[in-house]
C-alpha cells in the first residue's frame, strides 16, 4: 500500500473495523485481502494481520495499540507512530471504517 494525502483522521480515540465490501484470507504465511470495490489485492504480514485480526470487531485504536505493543514487545510510542500510520493506509484504501468514540457493541 502507498500512503495518500488524503488519508482520514485517526487518533487513538477512533474507532476502526474491516468494511464489509473486502474479503481476506490468512495463508499461514501472510493474509491477503482483496478489496471488492477497487479490485485490489493487498498481502500483509505478521503485524499486519494482526491488526487486521483485532479489526474483525470494532475497536478503539488505544486498545489495538496496547494489544500490539504488548504482544509483540515494542515500545509504546513507536507502535502508536505504526499502528497510525498503517491504520490511515487502510483506511486510505477503503478497507476499514473510522469513526470517533467508542465501539458501538
Known amino acids: 500500500m502507498t500512503p495518500a494525502n488524503d488519508a482520514p483522521a485517526i487518533t487513538l480515540r477512533s474507532t476502526v473495523v474491516r468494511t464489509k465490501d473486502q474479503v481476506s484470507s490468512d495463508l499461514s504465511v501472510e493474509t491477503i485481502l482483496l478489496s471488492l470495490r477497487s479490485g485490489m489485492y ?3 504480514q505478521e503485524v499486519g494481520a494482526r491488526i487486521w485480526e483485532l ?9 489495538m495499540r496496547d494489544a500490539i505493543a504488548r504482544e509483540y514487545e515494542v515500545e509504546s510510542d513507536r507502535c502508536e507512530r505504526d499502528v497510525l500510520a498503517f491504520l490511515r493506509q487502510l483506511a486510505t484504501e477503503g478497507l476499514i471504517e473510522v469513526s470517533d468514540g467508542p465501539p458501538v457493541a
Open 42 to 44: 493487498y498481502g500483509l
Open 55 to 63: 479489526a474483525q470487531q470494532p475497536i478503539r485504536v488505544a486498545d
